[in-house]
Nanobody
Framework: QVQLVESGGGLVQAGGSLSLSCAAS????????MGWFRRAPGKERDFVAG????????RYADSVKGRFTISRDNAKNTMYLQMNSLKPEDTAVYYC???????????WGQGTQVTVSS
């Protein structure tokens, strides 16, 4: 089992920055890939960014490329999402996820709210 806990959400003005964290804990160690997803009001959950176990490979949704950066610190069992140049359309609940490979996520956090005001 894997437990994921997000933190760092909040309210920010358009053009501002915010950093999210995801603390992971697992009963049995496994080299999980991790990712961030988001769900805007009235919409489905969408992929934002993903990172493999070693951190050597990152993937981003087109809507956040050049603005968001995903990273991880395996020594701290923590993944991060640095969000810059935020836009009102980035407003959503952001979810942390983990799984065996990039693109396959089996575990989910509870989510953290990010609100970008115009």
């Amino acid at each position: 089992q894997v437990q994921l806990v997000e933190s760092g959400g909040g309210l920010v003005q358009a053009g501002g920055s915010l950093s999210l964290s995801c603390a992971a804990s697992w009963r049995t160690f496994s080299p999980y890939a991790m990712g961030w997803f988001r769900r805007a009001p009235g919409k489905e959950r969408d992929f934002v960014a993903g990172i493999n176990w070693t951190g050597s490979t990152q993937r981003y949704a087109d809507s956040v490329k050049g603005r968001f950066t995903i990273s991880r610190d395996n020594a701290k069992n923590t993944m991060y999402l640095q969000m810059n140049s935020l836009k009102p359309e980035d407003t959503a609940v952001y979810y942390c996820s983990a799984g065996p490979t990039l693109g396959k996520y089996d575990y989910w956090g509870q989510g953290t709210q990010v609100t970008v005001s115009s």
